[in-house]
């Protein structure tokens, strides 16, 4: 979960503007949470556009959004919320909390991939963190990468099954650590990394558009 600080806030045609302090990673799609602006910004919204300009209001005959070009706006986010015209305003009240749980893979997926039964719930707790890593961890990066996906449905079977390799990595090393530091004959440090089947399956280091 990441919170950001609303820094303006607008008010057009029933559709809400926020502006932020800082560059955020929203998505067009994606639900946020905006808490402590006054009625009626605050509450759970989709995200419907990411604008760069002012926005000016609801083109009578189109319908398409409008914006002011000559007016630059950074960190804005835009979203459907029905109420009275509030004209632009700086505004240094209320936050926007963006949550991602991504739910592609469980415990089960993890132990079947193993080839394991869990003997304790100590087990079965630590099976169930792992995979709740996995989950978040892949579609993180993935993000990072440029792809948009469902955080409740996996988008293909071999990302699925990048994901519960992952977690199961993960499994197998509880209680293990890279290595100690050490000065003895100033030896390096080795460096792991993500595995490469790991990648090509996630479609992780290539991105979504050419």
Not at 53 to 66: K, P
Not at 157 to 164: A, P, Q
Not at 176 to 193: K, L, Q, R
Request: net charge negative; proline share 5%.
């Amino acid at each position: 979960m990441a919170t950001y600080n609303v820094s303006s806030k607008q008010l057009t045609d029933n559709y809400a503007v926020l502006q932020t302090l800082e560059p955020t990673p929203f998505e067009v799609g994606q639900n946020i949470t905006v808490s402590g602006v006054s009625a009626p910004f605050s509450g759970t919204f989709q995200i419907i556009a990411l604008p760069e300009h002012q926005f000016i209001g609801v083109n009578s005959t189109t319908g398409f959004l409008e914006f002011n070009e000559l007016n630059p706006l950074p960190n804005q986010v835009l979203y459907a919320c029905t109420g009275t015209n509030v004209d632009r305003v700086q505004s240094f009240v209320g936050t926007i909390t963006y949550t991602q749980v991504c739910t592609w893979i469980t415990a089960s997926d993890i132990q079947t991939w193993l080839g394991i039964s869990v003997a304790t719930q100590a087990d079965q707790d630590f099976t169930t963190q792992c995979a709740a890593a996995s989950n978040n961890f892949i579609y993180r990066r993935r993000q990072e990468a440029g792809y948009y996906d469902s955080l409740t449905t996996v988008p293909s079977d071999d990302v699925k099954l990048g994901t519960i390799q992952y977690g199961g990595m993960l499994y197998r090393q509880r209680g293990s650590i890279d290595v100690f530091a050490s000065f003895n004959e100033m030896s390096t440090a080795p460096v792991t990394g993500l595995s490469p089947i790991i990648k090509q399956l996630c479609g992780l280091d290539r991105p979504a558009v050419a």
